[in-house]
């Protein structure tokens, strides 16, 4: 199993690779996850980033069970921890992070897309938050993330039964922003990012950080914030650059940022 980055046009695409297990995720390629956001994050020339599982069966079938059966409580709890320490480093990556979720994404395959800004999917994707059968509670960022995404019924729904849904539900409760044919899943994702690659990367850094406040601040201090992001702006080169080329009516040339890392480890 691997963790491969590929660059091409400013773009990472993440793969998790172990395609024979469905691309389940022990300690050692969640420490390798954590290493590849660190250096995508720090990478200058990435605009965007793409994470997706090997194959076309799994985006990832959940945390490795067989490595799960045989832990302590505190054992689980760093396992538990470093689920925790993958989703605050794609959350906190400069960059805007889509999961283009391949087939099924299981328990902390879910739970891993669900830390992802955007997430799309193919026809024959099916989600679960399954923990429940196995004796547990999801443990790397479900029990937060799943209500703030599909509210606190569905997720309760999701979470209690356990029960997997394919690609259309999750549509319909907007788990998933798209779904496309398998065959041109990376396309689509290709597209998007690159969409996202033509704007300002300091504007879209600055509104990944503002987006992350809805969530967790009270709506006057997110507004705050936000007003202090858009003044901030003010004094870059983009705004400059982007306002200049909307009156030349000539395609905007913006400036990569001169030093990126994940946000809050100054
Ligand atoms: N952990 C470890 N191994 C896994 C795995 C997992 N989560 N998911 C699949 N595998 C392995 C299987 O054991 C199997 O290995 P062998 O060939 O050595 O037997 C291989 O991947 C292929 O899987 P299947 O033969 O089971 O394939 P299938 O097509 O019949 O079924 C499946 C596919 C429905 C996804 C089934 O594999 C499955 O139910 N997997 C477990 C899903 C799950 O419960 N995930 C949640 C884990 S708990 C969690 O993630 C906790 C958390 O919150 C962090």
């Known amino acids: 199993m691997s963790i491969d980055t590929n660059m091409s046009q400013q773009i990472a695409t993440i793969t998790i690779n172990n395609p024979d297990r469905l691309n389940a995720l022990d300690a050692n390629h969640l420490e390798g996850l954590l ?19 090997a194959g ?3 985006f990832v079938a959940g ?15 760093r396992f538990g921890r470093l689920g925790h320490a993958v989703g ?40 679960a938050q399954p923990e429940v059968g196995l004796g547990i509670p999801p443990g790397w960022g479900g029990t937060q ?27 319909r409760i907007g788990l998933v922003n798209a779904v496309h044919e398998q065959d041109s899943l990376m396309e689509h994702a290709s597209v998007m990012a690159r969409e996202i690659a ?15 406040r809805s969530q967790d601040a009270h709506p006057s201090s997110g507004l705050a914030e936000e007003a202090h992001g858009f003044a901030e702006a003010f004094g ?17 040339v913006f400036e990569n940022e001169p030093h990126l890392e994940l946000e809050g480890d100054a």
């Open 198 to 212: 033509g704007n300002s990367p300091a504007a879209v850094r600055l509104s990944k950080r503002l987006i992350a």
């Open 88 to 127: 605050s480093a794609i959350e906190r990556t400069p960059q805007p992070v889509i999961a283009a979720i391949n087939g099924f994404a299981l328990g902390g395959g879910c739970e891993l897309a669900l830390a992802c800004d955007i997430r799309i999917c193919s026809t024959n994707a099916v989600f």
């Open 145 to 171: 993330r799943l209500p703030r995404t599909v509210g606190k019924g569905i997720a309760s729904d999701l979470i209690f039964t356990g029960r997997r849904i394919r690609a259309d539900e999750a549509l």
């Open 63 to 77: 945390a490795d069970i067989k490595e799960m059966s045989t832990m302590s409580p505190e054992e689980a709890m």
């Open 236 to 252: 870059m080169h983009d705004q400059q650059e982007g306002m200049s080329a909307f009156f030349e009516k000539r395609k905007p």
């Open 56 to 58: 076309e069966t799994a």
């Open 35 to 53: 290493e590849a956001f660190r250096a995508t994050a720090g990478d200058a020339s990435v605009r965007a980033i793409i994470l997706t599982g």
